[in-house]
C-alpha cells in the first residue's frame, strides 16, 4: 500500500509503526553496487574458507585454512625464537644466570609462569605458602636456600618417588610410645623457651634433657637445626605447622612428613633450571 | 563567462542577475525510483564574508597540518628534532614541551575527550559548523573543487565540459585535473607519515627509496582516499557515509544556529521585473543562486536537511542578490527555530548562547581542561612508580622480622642519564635492599625506564613495636634523588604486618 506523503511528496514504503511511516528515498546506485560487491566477496569467501558448521564438522574451504594450523605455526615460532635462550640456560650453571642480565630475566618469566602451573597449587601464587608447605619468600629452608640447594629440591623432591629424593623422618614420639605425655609436655616447654616464647620454666629445665636425648642428633645442639637433613631450625619464628603450645605437642607426639613431588620426570631441565632461579629470586634465597 | 545565461532578472540599478536552470539534487522529481544515479553537482564560485572566512580557515588548517611536521624543537642527542613527533618505535608522543609516555596515554585520552566536548559545544551554538568550515572532508573537498575550477572553468563551463563530446583539449583538461588531484593527495599521505619520524630525514628516504615499507604503503593508502573521497566522492561521503549528521539531531535544540531561509520574509516567491513593485510579494526572486553554490547541491529553502553542512556560502550569495536588487541582506543567515518562528510572528528575538545545554557543555570542557592542566603541572622528569607486592602481602623473616617486596619503576624523561639514590623515610627500623644492586644508587639511561625490585626490611625490634602497638600497616616513603640533576621524588606507599598479636 505505497502512498505518497503530502508534507514530504516522498513515496512511502507503506511500512508503519504506531502512526510513523517510513518514506522511500532513493539510494545512490553507487551504494547499490557496494552491496552487490560485498555479497559477491561473501561468496568467493564462502567459498575458499572454513565457513558453515556442519553436524560432523565444518566446511573446510579450497584453501585449507585452519586457524589451529595458524597457532601452531605461531607457537613453533615463538618456541623457535625461545630456543637461543633455553639453549644458553642448558649450558649454563645457575649462579652464571643470575649473574647474566638477559637470562636471569628470561629465566625468572619463564619461572614464573611455570611456577604458576606447577607449584602454586601447593605453595600460593605468591609463593607464600600454606600450613605445612612452606612459604618460599622468607629466609627460613629446610634443605637451603641456594640455588644448588633450590634446584635439587626441584628435581628430586622431598619423601618422593625419585631414588634420590631428600628424606627424613621426624618421628612419632608419643604415638610410637618413645616418650610418654610427661615428657612431651616437658620438651615443648623447652622449644617454647628457644624460640622465645612464654613457657614454663621448670618444665623446659626437664625438658632440656629430654631433648638432647632425642632431638639433638637432628636438630642441632639449641635445636638451630640442620639443612642437611632437612631439619628445621626450632629457634627462629618461622613455623610450617605452627609454634604455639598445642601445634608444638601435636608434631612431637605424631612426627610430620611432608611430600613434595620430583619434578624430574614432568618438567624439562631448562624449565626446572629457570624455576630454581625464581624461586631464589622471590627474596629469601642464600 | 556566462555560458548558461538563460533569461536574467534585469534590476533598477541595471545589473543583471542570471538565472539559473538547475534543480536540487534531492527534488521530488527524483525521488520515484528506489536507487538514485548521481547528481553531478557543479558548484559555482561565490564571494562574500562566509567564503572569505572559508578560505582563511582553509588556509590555517592546511598550512597547519602540511607545516606542524617540520617545526624543530631541541631535544638533545639521540632523540629527533622534532617538536611534533609519533615515535611508535619508543612509545613515546612529543608535542613541543610535552613529552608523553605509555603511562600518560590519559592526557591523549583527555585532548579526545575534550575534542569530543568541544565539538558537542559547536554543535549546540551553531548547528554543523565543524563540517561547513573545518572537517577535513570539507577542507579537501574544497581545495578539489578550486583546482577543478582553475583547470576547468566555473560551473557554467564545467557543465558544459561534461556535455562535449569527448576532444584533445577535453581530455587534456582532464587529465591535468586528475594529475593536479593525485599530486594533492600524495602530497597529503606524504605529509601525514612526517609526524611518525624526523621529517626531514625521512623526506630524503623517500625519495632515495629509502624509507620503511609501511611509510610507502601509509602514503599510497591515504593518496588513494584522498583522491576518492575529496575528489570524486565528495559530498557523498557527507550525505552517505558519515554518521555525523544523524548523530548531530540529537544535539541541536531550537536555539541552536542554523543556515536557514527566511521564508517569512522571501515567501512567495516569484520573479521579479524591473519597476515592479515589492509589495505582496516576498524578497526571494527564485533566481536559485543559492542552489547553485551549494557544494551539497540542495535547496536551503525547502528548509533545514540533513545534507546541509552550514558552510554558508548560500547566505554569500543571496546577499549577493540582495544587494543586486536592493533589498536588504541575509534573507537567507544564521538563524534558529525559535528567530525564525518569532519573526514570522512580527517578534523580537535574541539569539540566546547561554543555555543550560551549552552552559553543561562549557563546564565539563571547563573541568577536563582543569584536570588535565592539574595533571601536566603535577608532571615531573623524574618519574618513580612504586607497586606493592600484594601477594603475599607481607613475609615474616626467621629473625622475627617482616620484609615487604616492591617493585620500582623509574622513568627517565631527561637528555641525561641519571644516577638515582633511593633511600626510605619515615620507616624507622627499616632497611631498603634492591635486588641485583650492592649500593643503593641505580644508574637510568636517558629516556628509559628502569624496573626493579626491591625490598624493605623491618627489624625484628621495630616490627615487636608495632605489632604491640596494634598497627598493621605503617606509612612511609621511598625517596627518590637524581643526584646528576639534583631533582627529588618522594613517593608515599605502605608497609604491611602481620595482623593481631
Ligand atoms: S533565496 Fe536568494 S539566492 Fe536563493 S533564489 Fe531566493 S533570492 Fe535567489
Ligand atoms: S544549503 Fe547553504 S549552508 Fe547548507 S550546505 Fe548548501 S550552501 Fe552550505
Known amino acids: 500500500m505505497n502512498r505518497t506523503d503530502d508534507v514530504t511528496g516522498f513515496q512511502t514504503t507503506g511500512h508503519e509503526w504506531d502512526g510513523i511511516e517510513e518514506l522511500n528515498r532513493p539510494l545512490p546506485r553507487w551504494w547499490l553496487m557496494v552491496w552487490y560487491a560485498c555479497i559477491l566477496w561473501a561468496l568467493v569467501y564462502f567459498v575458499l574458507y572454513p565457513a558453515w558448521p556442519l553436524v560432523g564438522g565444518y566446511t573446510k574451504g579450497v584453501l585449507g585454512y585452519s586457524q589451529r594450523q595458524t597457532v601452531a605455526a605461531d607457537l613453533a615460532k615463538a618456541q623457535e625464537a625461545q630456543s637461543q635462550w633455553r639453549q644458553q640456560i642448558a649450558s649454563a650453571d645457575l649462579t652464571t644466570i643470575e649473574k647474566t642480565p638477559e637470562l636471569f ?42 640455588l644448588d640447594a633450590i634446584h635439587t629440591t626441584i628435581r628430586y623432591g622431598i619423601r618422593s618417588t625419585s631414588d634420590n629424593t631428600r628424606l627424613n623422618d621426624m618421628m612419632a614420639f608419643g604415638r610410637d610410645q618413645i616418650l610418654n605425655r610427661d615428657q612431651i609436655n616437658d620438651v615443648t616447654e623447652y622449644v617454647l623457651d628457644i624460640s622465645h616464647q612464654d613457657h614454663d620454666a621448670a618444665a623446659a629445665e626437664r625438658g632440656k634433657q629430654i631433648f638432647t636425648d632425642n632431638c639433638v642428633a637432628c636438630h642441632g645442639e639449641g635445636g638451630v637445626g640442620n639443612q642437611e637433613l632437612g631439619a628445621p631450625n626450632l629457634t627462629d619464628a618461622i613455623w610450617l605447622y605452627g609454634g604455639d603450645r598445642n601445634t608444638i605437642r601435636q608434631t612431637v607426639t605424631n612426627g610430620r612428613k611432608g611430600v613434595m613431588p620430583t619434578w624430574e620426570h614432568r618438567l624439562d631441565p631448562v624449565t626446572i633450571k629457570q624455576l630454581a632461579v625464581y624461586v631464589h629470586s622471590l627474596g629469601g634465597g642464600q | 563567462m556566462n555560458d548558461m545565461a538563460d533569461t536574467g532578472t534585469i534590476t533598477e540599478t541595471g545589473t543583471v542577475v542570471e538565472r539559473a536552470d538547475v534543480e536540487a539534487v534531492n527534488a521530488k522529481a527524483t525521488r520515484e525510483t528506489l536507487y538514485a544515479e548521481r547528481v553531478k553537482i557543479h558548484p559555482k564560485l561565490v564571494h562574500g564574508h562566509w567564503r572569505r572566512i572559508k578560505w582563511a580557515v582553509m588556509g590555517v588548517t592546511l598550512a597547519i597540518y602540511y607545516l606542524t611536521p617540520w617545526i624543530r624543537w631541541d631535544r638533545g642527542p639521540n632523540l629527533p628534532d622534532q617538536a611534533v613527533l609519533i615515535d ?147 559530498e557523498q561521503v557527507c550525505t552517505y557515509m558519515c554518521p555525523w549528521p544523524r548523530i548531530q539531531g540529537a544535539m541541536l535544540d531550537d536555539e541552536s544556529l542554523m543556515v536557514s531561509y527566511r521564508g517569512w520574509r522571501g ?44 558552510c554558508a556560502l548560500c547566505i554569500d550569495a543571496c546577499n549577493d542578490v540582495m544587494t543586486k536588487i536592493n533589498r536588504p541582506g541575509n534573507l537567507i543567515a544564521y538563524d534558529s527555530f525559535q528567530g525564525l518562528s518569532a519573526a514570522a510572528k512580527g517578534e523580537n528575538h535574541r539569539f540566546r548562547p547561554l543555555r543550560p545545554r551549552t552552559l553543561i557543555y562549557a563546564g565539563l570542557i571547563a573541568v577536563v581542561g582543569l584536570i588535565m592542566l592539574t595533571a601536566l603541572l603535577m608532571r615531573t622528569e623524574l618519574d618513580v612508580n612504586v607497586l606493592r607486592d600484594r601477594n603475599p602481602l607481607f613475609v615474616r623473616l626467621s629473625d622475627g622480622g617482616v620484609r615487604n617486596g616492591y ?52 627489624s625484628p625490634e621495630a616490627t615487636r613495636k608495632a605489632m604491640a602497638a596494634g598497627e598493621d600497616v605503617l606509612d612511609f616513603a621511598i625517596v627518590a634523588h637524581d643526584t646528576q640533576s639534583d631533582r627529588t621524588s618522594r613517593n608515599s606507599t605502605t608497609f604491611r604486618l602481620p595482623e593481631g598479636r
Open chain 2, 407 to 458: 617493585t620500582l619503576r623509574i622513568l627517565n624523561k631527561e637528555h641525561d642519564s641519571m644516577h638515582v639514590v633511593l633511600t626510605l623515610d619515615g620507616l624507622e627500623g627499616g632497611q631498603l635492599v634492591l635486588q641485583g644492586h650492592d649500593s643503593g644508587t641505580v644508574e637510568v639511561p636517558v629516556d628509559d625506564l628502569q624496573s626493579l625490585r626491591a625490598f624493605v626490611v623491618l
Open chain 1, 105 to 146: 630475566q628470561f629465566a625468572v618469566a619463564g619461572g614464573k609462569a611455570a611456577f604458576g602451573d606447577n607449584c602454586a597449587p601447593c605453595h600460593g601464587t605468591g609463593a607464600q605458602g600454606f600450613t605445612g608447605y612452606p612459604n618460599l619468600n622468607d629466609d627460613d629452608w629446610l634443605w637451603g636456600g641456594s
Open chain 2, 267 to 310: 515567501e512567495p516567491r516569484s520573479h521579479y521585473r524591473k519597476g515592479e513593485s515589492w509589495d505582496n510579494r516576498g524578497d526571494c526572486i527564485d533566481c536559485k543562486q543559492c542552489v547553485v553554490v551549494c557544494p551539497m547541491g540542495i535547496d536551503i529553502r525547502d528548509g533545514a536537511q540533513l545534507e546541509c553542512i552550514n
Open chain 2, 88 to 234: 611508535f618505535a619508543n612509545t613515546r608522543f612529543f608535542f613541543f614541551f610535552l613529552e608523553i609516555w605509555p603511562q600518560e596515554f590519559y592526557f591523549v585520552t583527555g585532548l579526545l575527550v575534550l575534542a569530543a566536548l568541544v565539538l558537542f559545544l559547536m554543535t549546540a551554538l551553531a548547528g554543523r559548523v565543524w563540517c561547513g568550515y573545518m572537517c577535513p572532508q570539507t577542507v579537501w573537498t574544497d581545495l578539489m573543487i578550486m583546482i577543478e575550477r582553475l583547470v576547468e572553468g566555473d560551473r557554467g563551463r564545467r557543465i558544459v565540459l561534461d556535455k562535449l563530446p569527448m576532444s584533445g583539449s577535453k581530455l587534456a583538461k582532464r587529465v591535468i585535473k586528475h594529475a593536479l588531484w593525485l599530486l594533492v593527495a600524495l602530497l597529503t599521505g606524504g605529509a601525514w607519515v612526517f609526524y611518525f619520524g624526523d621529517a626531514p630525514t625521512l623526506m630524503v628516504d623517500l625519495v632515495t627509496g629509502q624509507a620503511p615499507i609501511v611509510a610507502y604503503t601509509t602514503i599510497g593508502v591515504l593518496t588513494a582516499t584522498t583522491y576518492l573521497l575529496g575528489g570524486l566522492a565528495r
